[in-house]
Every structure is written in structure tokens, then in C-alpha cells.
């Protein structure tokens, strides 16, 4: 049984960083992608990043609004993908999902094209 579990959310001050993580059990990931979506209340869920397994780290992608303050990596041997959150925002503010998609085709944008979620962490972020 494939599990994904997020940790790492939390409150925290306009300005400030989380990392969040997400551990994956039940099936090694090595192709498609992994993702981070959010979803704040009242509105759809969002990309937010993505990374593959092209090459030796991997192709990133980020949505526009977090391009530059917000990095996605992955550990293979921990099977494990990460999410670093720097100058938070307070409309950064969303329940947080990781998930994982085995196809290595596109888009990686888009959460119909994901197998396997996580359930949620929540991220706060405070003006």
C-alpha cells in the first residue's frame, strides 16, 4: 500500500520559512514526478512545484508566485521529497498536499495526472 505522508507545517510570521516533507512508503519512486499542490479555503487546489527524475536531480517547476522563494528537492535514497518555503507570505496560507504521479509524461501542473496523495499538512502564515 503506497502511503505519502507530509510533515513540517505549521504557523509562522509573514517573512519567515518552513520546510515541509514528505515521506513516501510502500513503492520507490523513479519515474514521473512528485508534486506539492495547496488549497486554501474556498478555492481550488493549485500547483505550487514539481520535480522530476530526468537526469541526476531532476527538472524543477514552480508556480509563478513562488518562483524564487519556495525549493523543491527530492532524496532518492530516503524516498523522501522536501519543500523549503522562504519570505512567506500570508497568502501562502493553504493546507499543503504532496503527491506522486508514475507516468513520465506531462503536465506535471496538473493534479488529475497524479496516482497517489498525501493528507495534507497545514500552513499558516501570519501579517
Known amino acids: 500500500q503506497v502511503q505519502l505522508v507530509e510533515s513540517g507545517g505549521g504557523l509562522v510570521q509573514a517573512g519567515g520559512s518552513l520546510r515541509l516533507s514528505c515521506a513516501a512508503s510502500g513503492r520507490t519512486f523513479s519515474t514521473g514526478a512528485l508534486g506539492w499542490f495547496r488549497q486554501a479555503p474556498g478555492k481550488e487546489r493549485e500547483f505550487v512545484a514539481a520535480?522530476?527524475?530526468?537526469?541526476?536531480?531532476?527538472?524543477?517547476y514552480y508556480e509563478d508566485s513562488v518562483k524564487g522563494r519556495f525549493t523543491i528537492s527530492r532524496d532518492s535514497a530516503k524516498n523522501t521529497m522536501y519543500l523549503q518555503m522562504n519570505s512567506l507570505k500570508p497568502e501562502d496560507t493553504a493546507i499543503y498536499y504532496c503527491?506522486?504521479?508514475?507516468?513520465?509524461?506531462?503536465?506535471?501542473?496538473?493534479?488529475?495526472?497524479?496516482?497517489?496523495w498525501g493528507q495534507g499538512t497545514q500552513v499558516t502564515v501570519s501579517s
Open positions: 520535480i522530476t527524475f530526468r537526469g541526476a536531480f531532476g527538472a524543477t
Open positions: 503527491a506522486a504521479k508514475i507516468k513520465p509524461t506531462p503536465p506535471v501542473r496538473d493534479p488529475r495526472r497524479y496516482d497517489y
